[in-house]
Structures are given as C-alpha cells and as structure tokens.
C-alpha cells in the first residue's frame, strides 16, 4: 500500500473517530462536567478520575448522618432485630402472661388487683434499679440496684392516685417474700467455704458473731428504753439489723479482690467468708426470738422447743442434702438443673411448709442453709452451674422483694417522733458496731488502715434486712393483734431506713476506702506491667 493511500485511509478514519468521541462527551455531559473536560483533551480514564468521578457523583454525607441512617436502618429492619426484637418480644410476654392471668383469676389483672400491683411493682423495682445503676462517680463503682428498687415501691405506696390502684393482699406478699427468703438462705448455704473458715479460724469466728451480737443486744437495749418495744420485739429488731448485707459487700469485695487490694492479707476473703456467717447467725437469732415471742407457756417449754427445732433443722437438711446428693448423681444424664430444682424447692418447702404449720423459728433456717451445703459439697464441678441457677432465680425475686419492702412503708402511718427514734436508734447501734467490728480485728495482724477499712466495710444493711423486716409484721397480722401490729411496724420502718441509710453510705465508702488503705498485691503489678505490651499489640 502507498503512503497516499495510508494518508487517506488516516483520513477517512478520523471523522468517524472525532464523531465517537463527540457523541460519548454528549452523553457524559448529562452526567458530570469532569467526563467532558476528560473527553475534550483525549485523556483516558484513570484511577485518580474514578475517584473523582464517585466523589463527585455521590453527595457528601457527615459520619453522624451515615451513622444514623445505618442504626435507623437497623434498628426498623425486617424482621425486627436486636433492642426492637427485645423489646416486641418482652411486650408480647407481658401481654400474653396477663392474658392467661385474666382468663383464670378474672379481676386481679385489673387495676386494684394483687396480681397487677405485682406486675406494677416488679416492673418499677426492675426500672428503679437499672436508674440507679446508671449513676456513676469517678473512680467508685456504681450503686446498687436495690437502692432503686427500694424507692421504686416507696414512691408506689405514697403517690396518691398509683396507690390506690396498686394493692396486693397481704398474703400474696408475704409468700413471695418467705420464697425471696428461702432463695437467699440456698445462697448463703452455696457460699459456705470450710477452707476458708478454717484457714483463718479464730478472727473468722470473731468477726461473725463479735458485732452481730454485741449489735442486738445494744439495739434491744434502745428499743426497750427509747421506742418502747418488749424485750422480746427489741431482739428481734437487733437480729434484724445485725446482719451485713451479701448483695452489698460480695460484688466490693469481688473487685477488690480482682485489682489485689488486700488480697496478701486475705481481707476479701475473710469479709467474704464472715459475711455468710454473719447472715446466717442474724437469721437464726431472729426466728429463735420470734418464736419465743409469739408462743405461749412457760419460759422453759419455749426454750427447749427451740433446741427442739434447731436439733430437727440440722437433721432434716443433712438428710435432704445427702439425698439430692446421691439421687442426682453424674450417671444419671446431665443432672446439673435437676440439682438446682430440686435445692430450690426443697428450700421454699422448707420455708412455706413450716409457715403454714406455724412454726415459726430457727428450724428451716438451718435446715435450708445444711441442705445447700451439703448437696453441693462433692459438687465440685458443678457447684458454679448450680450457683448460676439459683442466682437467676435471685434475679426474678430481688425487684420482687424490694419492691414490695419499699410499698410496705406509709408516709401517712408514720408519727416524727418514732421516725427520729428509729433514726436515733440506728445511729447509735451503727457507731457500736463499727466500733466493735474494730476491736473484733486486732491481734489478727492487719494494719491500722486494714482494721479501719474491715470496721466500715461490715456496714451495709440490706438483703437480711429486707427478707426479715417485714416478717415480724406478717406473723402479727395473722395473730390479728392490734398492738403486735405496730410493734411489727415498728421493726419494718427501722429496717425500711437502715436500708435507705447505710446501703449506699458503705458502698460508697468500700469503694472509696479500699484502694486507699488496703495494700496491692505485688504481683498483680507485675501481671499489669507484663501485660501492657500485649495489650498494644
């Protein structure tokens, strides 16, 4: 082929090329103006245009805008998902539980009925306690949740249009609380540790009853004298508040522990260990005054009827122990929710049984208490599983028994004078006590700081308090006593206000005092410092 012929062959060929790239540029125009701009000076597409090109094509969204956009996406997907999906769900279970309750029991799901002030009860305590827990200070950990609870049945009980709509009969209370009861004594039986009490013997043993009894007696003292109550009632109100409160000083102790404060000396462990103790001591030493208070006949007939049932408590829960033990054995399947079933309704037998038959006293409080610790004693891998199932039964009744502790106090029943002598009274019995719990300390080879720290550490009142407030108060309503009644409410508000006062006042001062006077463990630095790098990488 000759060059004339290439020229014109390079001619014929550039209208028609020109003409593509015409009608490209036009259709691009439409589009953007940065495609023309790239057309007219011939340039192909490069990876830098493209970019341009989708910045250019897409409107610019703030990450704030794209962010909610996604979480409304989410939130709204079909089908529902994650907190709506929760939350039709626990709608749906609400709706279908008061359904069921409608269509057998008729108007007690109804405004004024037992079982809607229940549902309004539990649902505000549950309410309450999340609040409460939301409110955190620096470098404390957050309040407990039974503060909340507490009030969330206080302001049910005194707002005048929620209470008249709120009512619950007093039976229905008092049967969930005596089950709330019944569910702490399993726990206090599941945290029993014989090591630990025989690792630190003596100063364990002082600890456990030093301030509990020095406390009732003292508290017996002020109510006979300053509020009135027989000495009967005065040592049932210093039984009640001469327990320390596990659902306070546990999960303190728990994290101090996990940060190595203390833990060289065993301080978490010894309050850890006495604290169980000390709550099964403030139990029984209440039921045994109960009993004594509320029988009839000579001194001597009462006193060997509570030997009587203290010697029939330990028999039967050694027995009952025994028996979940080996007739729940390993070969058996998987008998790890047999053994929690059969722990927790053995326990509320125990409790409701001996309330139907009258028997009020330290019998089943020793009985539940044996029977929990001797079923899981050879438990060993399993005794986590079976704390955990208990716990989530906890979980149902705690609202349930603050809630319901909280609504059995009346602003308008109150008189000042028998607020201030309540007040008065556990001022006096509280400065005692830590008093106490200092001298029950020395000679155990803590410091000063330590013994100060364990002295306000064994403040809190609050789980014992609120099973065993208001129990006094129910036995003298089924006795139809008048006079026994107030006595019983008298009890109820001392222990209503040492709740309110000193539960959140010693965690506070747990969480405050202990990274400040108890000493860390060394190698728990050193975990720290190893762990650094890591945690970097």
Same mark, same amino acid.
């Given at each position: 082929?000759?060059?004339?012929?290439?020229?014109?062959?390079?001619?014929?060929?550039?209208?028609?090329?020109?003409?593509?790239?015409?009608?490209?540029?036009?259709?691009?125009?439409?589009?953007?103006?940065?495609?023309?701009?790239?057309?007219?000076?011939?340039?192909?597409?490069?990876?830098?245009?493209?970019?341009?090109?989708?910045?250019?094509?897409?409107?610019q969204e703030t990450p704030t805008e794209s962010n909610c956009l996604q979480?409304?996406?989410?939130?709204?997907?079909?089908?529902?998902?994650?907190?709506?999906?929760?939350?039709?769900?626990?709608?749906?279970?609400?709706?279908?539980?008061?359904?069921?309750?409608?269509?057998?029991?008729? /108007?007690?799901?109804?405004?004024?009925? /037992?079982? %809607?002030?229940?549902?309004?009860?539990?649902?505000?305590?549950?309410?309450?306690?999340?609040?409460?827990?939301?409110?955190?200070?620096?470098?404390?950990?957050?309040?407990?949740?039974?503060?909340?609870?507490?009030?969330?049945?206080?302001?049910?009980?005194?707002?005048?249009?929620?209470?008249?709509?709120?009512?619950?009969?007093?039976?229905?209370?008092?049967?969930?609380?005596?089950?709330?009861?019944?569910?702490?004594?399993?726990?206090?039986?599941?945290?029993?540790?014989?090591?630990?009490?025989?690792?630190?013997?003596?100063?364990?043993?002082?600890?456990?009853?030093?301030?509990?009894?020095?406390?009732?007696?003292?508290?017996?003292?002020?109510?006979?004298?300053?509020?009135?109550?027989?000495?009967?009632?005065?040592?049932?109100?210093?039984?009640?508040?001469?327990?320390?409160?596990?659902?306070?000083?546990?999960?303190?102790?728990?994290?101090?522990?996990?940060?190595?404060?203390?833990?060289?000396?065993?301080?978490?462990?010894?309050?850890?260990?006495?604290?169980?103790?000390?709550?099964?001591?403030?139990?029984?030493? %209440?039921?045994?005054?109960?009993?004594?208070a509320f029988s009839t006949g000579s001194t001597v007939v009462n006193v060997?009827?509570?030997?009587?049932?203290?010697?029939?408590?330990?028999?039967?829960?050694?027995?009952?122990?025994?028996?979940?033990?080996?007739?729940?054995?390993?070969?058996?399947?998987?008998?790890?929710?047999?053994?929690?079933?059969?722990?927790?309704?053995?326990?509320?037998?125990?409790?409701?049984?001996?309330?139907?038959?009258?028997?009020?006293?330290?019998?089943?409080?020793?009985?539940?208490?044996?029977?929990?610790?001797?079923?899981?004693?050879?438990?060993?891998?399993?005794?986590?599983?079976?704390?955990?199932?208990?716990? =989530?039964?906890?979980? =149902?009744?705690?609202?349930?028994?603050?809630?319901?502790?909280?609504?059995? =106090?009346?602003?308008?029943?109150?008189?000042?004078?028998?607020?201030?002598?309540? =007040?008065?009274?556990?001022?006096?019995?509280?400065?005692?006590?830590?008093?106490?719990?200092?001298?029950?300390?020395?000679?155990?080879?803590?410091?000063?700081?330590?013994?100060?720290?364990?002295?306000?550490?064994?403040?809190?009142?609050?789980?014992?308090?609120?099973?065993?407030? /208001?129990?006094?108060?129910?036995?003298?309503?089924?006795?139809?006593?008048?006079?026994?009644?107030?006595?019983?409410?008298?009890?109820?508000?001392?222990?209503?206000?040492?709740?309110?006062?000193?539960?959140?006042?010693?965690?506070?001062?747990?969480?405050?005092?202990?990274?400040?006077?108890?000493?860390?463990?060394?190698?728990?630095?050193?975990?720290?410092?190893?762990?650094?790098?890591?945690?970097?990488?």
């Amino acid at each position: 082929m000759t060059d004339e012929d290439k020229t014109i062959e390079h001619a014929d060929s550039k209208p028609s090329t020109e003409v593509s790239h015409t009608a490209s540029a036009h259709q691009e125009t439409q589009e953007e103006i940065a495609m023309n701009l790239r057309n007219i000076n011939g340039n192909e597409p490069t990876e830098g245009n493209n970019q341009l090109k989708s910045s250019e094509k897409k409107p610019q969204e703030t990450p704030t805008e794209s962010n909610c956009l996604q979480r409304l996406r989410e939130t709204f997907a079909c089908p529902p998902h994650e907190l709506l999906a929760i939350a039709i769900r626990n709608a749906t279970m609400i709706v279908l539980l008061c359904t069921l309750v409608w269509l057998d029991h008729g /108007s007690e799901i109804l405004p004024g009925g /037992s079982v %809607f002030g229940i549902i309004i009860v539990c649902s505000c305590a549950m309410i309450g306690g999340k609040l409460v827990g939301l409110i955190k200070l620096p470098t404390l950990p957050p309040l407990p949740s039974l503060f909340g609870m507490l009030l969330a049945g206080f302001l049910i009980r005194n707002t005048p249009v929620i209470s008249d709509n709120v009512q619950i009969q007093h039976e229905w209370s008092s049967s969930l609380r005596s089950i709330a009861l019944s569910i702490i004594l399993v726990r206090a039986g599941l945290g029993l540790d014989s090591k630990a009490l025989k690792k630190l013997k003596c100063v364990c043993v002082r600890l456990t009853m030093g301030p509990c009894l020095v406390e009732a007696c003292v508290s017996a003292l002020l109510a006979h004298f300053l509020m009135g109550l027989p000495w009967q009632w005065g040592f049932i109100l210093g039984f009640v508040l001469g327990a320390v409160s596990p659902a306070v000083v546990v999960p303190s102790m728990l994290l101090l522990k996990k940060e190595g404060y203390g833990v060289k000396k065993g301080v978490p462990t010894l309050l850890l260990a006495a604290g169980c103790f000390n709550a099964i001591l403030a139990i029984t030493g %209440f039921n045994t005054c109960l009993g004594i208070a509320f029988s009839t006949g000579s001194t001597v007939v009462n006193v060997l009827s509570g030997v009587l049932q203290v010697l029939t408590g330990v028999a039967t829960g050694s027995l009952l122990g025994l028996f979940i033990q080996y007739f729940s054995s390993s070969d058996q399947g998987n008998p790890v929710w047999k053994r929690g079933f059969l722990v927790l309704g053995f326990s509320e037998l125990v409790v409701l049984g001996s309330l139907y038959f009258g028997f009020p006293g330290s019998g089943e409080i020793l009985c539940t208490v044996l029977m929990a610790f001797f079923a899981v004693t050879f438990w060993t891998r399993n005794k986590e599983v079976i704390e955990n199932i208990v716990r =989530v039964a906890w979980i =149902v009744f705690e609202p349930l028994l603050f809630g319901l502790l909280g609504a059995e =106090v009346s602003v308008a029943s109150l008189r000042r004078e028998t607020v201030g002598l309540c =007040v008065a009274t556990l001022g006096i019995t509280v400065l005692i006590r830590i008093l106490t719990t200092f001298l029950m300390v020395c000679f155990a080879g803590f410091n000063t700081e330590e013994k100060i720290f364990i002295a306000f550490a064994w403040l809190p009142k609050a789980t014992i308090q609120a099973a065993l407030g /208001s129990v006094a108060l129910d036995t003298a309503r089924v006795y139809g006593d008048t006079l026994l009644e107030d006595y019983g409410m008298d009890v109820l508000t001392v222990a209503f206000l040492a709740i309110l006062i000193t539960a959140p006042i010693g965690h506070l001062l747990i969480g405050f005092l202990g990274p400040r006077l108890l000493q860390k463990a060394e190698h728990q630095d050193k975990d720290e410092e190893v762990g650094e790098p890591s945690e970097q990488v």
